[in-house]
């Protein structure tokens, strides 16, 4: 949620930078929210003043480090930065799982403390073998590199992979012990709108195999991998699940992604699939009728239900351009229509 006149309307606190942690879980409250993947605030306007959000902790390591795109001009400078980097092992002893073991258990702590009434998914601070390197490359410099030195650029996804192992092992160890929630919320932009960004025959020999790997003291342990997915990913769906995603959150409909159709699918362990989504946040959200935006909601109920696993939310961030009228209606028919459904499914 990142339209600051929605969240004001809806908590009563105006400006929400007065006490923007408070404002947002008013907000949900009164929204009847029951679960948040992820804490997003808008962005703060210049010189607004007021307090902050609760500073969630973050994983370190001895191998992370910031890189700058304007340092790499070719794909040979990529190829270059990866054959200079540690070795597998050298990666894996990177990451302290005493370290990672602790950081989950105050991520998800502090945070819930927070909000007991609402169940609260944190986003994309699991292990993940990275793609999105193309931040840290540039995009031309990278997508040529795994396009002519894909033998050489596999190393880099099998040091993440050995890194998400070892920090995943902790993550689950952590889960275990203490009863968490066994859901994990994280993804990696692999597709634009017209399809995956590199050939799927390059990432089915040098991602997906590294990012199952990754995955699997998760998937050992028994929590669900839920995937953040965008673009037009219809090809590569059957690799994620291969992989370990046991549900998928985003869904571009606009694209082809169907809800129904998705929801039809099974994990690789014969599961039904945990779907999030999927009222339009490009186009019914912003630009459709109220009436419109209940009709949204019924259709997005209608696919996801009967039966479990399936939560209704925005595909994506509902922003400045989302009438809060139109917020409202969502939520407001998503408790009414929700909860009668089941009971005319019965």
Known sequence: MTNAAAIEAAS???????????????????????V????????????????EVL???????RFDERLDPADFNSPEDVVAYVKQLPTPEQAREAIDPGAEYEAWSELVGRRQENMPDILWVPGHQAGVVRFMW??????????MALALYPEVMERLFELEAVRAHRRNEAIARCIHDQ????????GEDI????????????LRDIYFPHLEYGFRPLLEAGVRILWHVDGLARE????????GAGGFQGFQEELGMSLGEYRELRSRAGERLLMVGSVSAVKTMPFGTVEEVRSEVERCIDAGQPGDGF????????????????IEAMYQHAQTYGRDFPRAAD
Not at 38 to 48: C, K, S, Y
Not at 55 to 61: A, D, F, K, L, T
Not at 179 to 186: D, E, H, N, Q, T
Request: charged share 20%.
């Open 36 to 51: 948040i993947f992820q804490m997003e605030l808008p962005e703060r306007p210049a010189g607004a003043a007021g307090g």
């Open 311 to 326: 939560v209704l939310m925005p595909s994506s961030s509902l922003g400045t351009d989302v009438a809060p009228a139109n």
């Open 55 to 61: 500073v969630e902790p973050s994983y370190r390591s």
């Open 179 to 186: 009863g968490l929630l066994p859901l994990v919320y994280v």
């Open 134 to 143: 193309y931040m840290d490359f540039g995009f031309a410099p990278y997508f």
């Open 12 to 34: 009563g606190i105006r400006p929400m930078w007065k006490n923007p942690e408070l404002a947002l879980l008013r907000a949900y409250r009164h929204w009847q929210v029951d």
């Open 236 to 243: 590569i769906v059957p690799d994620l699940i291969a992989a």
């Open 191 to 202: 597709c634009d709108n017209r399809g995956p960004m590199v050939k799927p025959e390059i």
